[in-house]
């Protein structure tokens, strides 16, 4: 039986990105698979009165089960009724590839959806976008489409090449398939190694420094469609400290660069109203849990390393809301 995101407490993106559009700050949309990433992602959204919304792939879907996610989140959200009782969240589709999918999460509780179609010709993007709005708007559940094609890892689909979004394109795919927000192709991309070598420049410590966002084409669409909110997918900075904790304990990640946190910053104070985050808590989580083995190697109970795992996380979590999106605090703004 299908149930409605409303009964089991949760919201759309709406009123969040109209005062993320209005108050130059960007909502985090941060991934999650399991109950130690959950808890971290509501008890630091909590603690630092940050809107947020919670995104799910469909590999993660599928890893911790769609019914078993479905009473997480209604869980999550009690959770935090008791932590936080002003604060609301969002659940939603991360890189929806079909209507069924959106549909089937759409009837399961999720309260907002992407569809992404931009692997597809444009026509076929419009149509496949305006299928699903159509189905999602007749419940109140809110779209983000998806033009242009960001490097690196999406699921199945993995990108050699990001292809900018052309800023001429947009008028005409947000009016016709009639999207709440749209993600963009400027420079980000996802997983650990956004870049390779040879597309960075070196600094005087020899760290990588990768090519700065395309700034010029997130002006152009701004001016295309004012006030609209746009979003960022790979746009984790693969913090160094985490990538030395895993490789200084038995890790190995080769030439691992991100996004600047200054560059995310600045995003966040333009149209950028929602920021996706993944990669990172990934490598907070991992980073912790190497340590922790290479220091006791005898260890065996998961809550020993899952839970300084969960805490680095968390910690990580209440970090990006205050300095990098600036949504700490908004949580009072939009609905208290
Ligand atoms: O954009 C991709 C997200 O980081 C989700 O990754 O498909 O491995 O769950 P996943
Ligand atoms: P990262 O891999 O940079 O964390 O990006 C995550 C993302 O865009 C999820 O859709
Ligand atoms: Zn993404």
């Known amino acids: 039986m299908a149930v409605s995101y409303k009964d089991l407490g949760l919201v759309n993106t709406k009123a969040m990105f109209k005062a993320a559009v209005e108050g130059k700050f960007a909502v985090p949309a941060y991934n999650f698979n399991n109950m130690e990433q959950l808890q971290a992602i509501v008890t630091g959204c909590a603690e630092s009165d940050s809107p947020f919304i919670l995104q799910v792939s469909s590999g993660a879907r599928k890893y911790a089960n769609q019914t078993l996610l479905q009473y997480m989140a209604q869980g999550a959200a009690e959770l935090l009724k008791e932590l936080n009782p002003h604060l609301k969240f969002a659940l939603h589709l991360d890189h929806g590839d079909t209507l069924e999918l959106c549909k089937?999460?759409?009837?399961?509780?999720?309260s907002s959806v992407m569809i992404d179609g931009s692997h597809h010709s444009f026509e076929k993007n419009i149509e496949l976008t305006k299928s699903v709005v159509e189905y999602a708007h007749e419940r109140d559940v809110t779209v983000e489409g998806e033009l242009g094609v960001l490097a690196g890892i999406e699921d199945d689909v993995v990108a050699a090449e990001s292809v900018y979004t052309r800023p001429s394109e947009v008028e005409e795919f947000v009016s016709k398939?009639?999207?709440?927000?749209?993600?963009?192709?400027i420079g980000t991309s996802h997983g650990a190694n956004k870049f390779t070598p040879a597309q960075c420049t070196k600094n005087e410590d020899g760290v990588l420094v990768p090519p700065p966002l395309r700034f010029d084409i997130l002006e152009e669409i701004e001016k295309r469609i004012p006030g609209f909110p746009i979003v960022l997918h790979g746009s984790s900075s693969v913090m160094p400290e985490y990538v030395n904790m895993i490789n200084s304990n038995g890790g190995a990640l080769k030439d691992a660069v991100g996004i600047p946190a200054s560059q995310l910053r600045k995003a966040a104070t333009s149209a950028v109203c929602k920021i996706n985050i993944d990669s990172d808590g990934r490598l907070a989580m991992t980073g912790v849990i190497r340590k922790v083995f290479a220091e006791s190697p005898a260890e065996f109970d998961p809550r020993k390393y899952l839970g300084p795992a969960r805490e680095a996380l968390k910690a990580m979590i209440i970090e990006k809301n205050e300095t990098v999106l600036g949504s700490a605090g908004k949580g009072k703004v939009i609905f208290g």
């Open 177 to 185: 398939t009639g999207v709440d927000s749209l993600a963009i192709s």
């Open 104 to 110: 089937s999460c759409i009837d399961s509780g999720f």
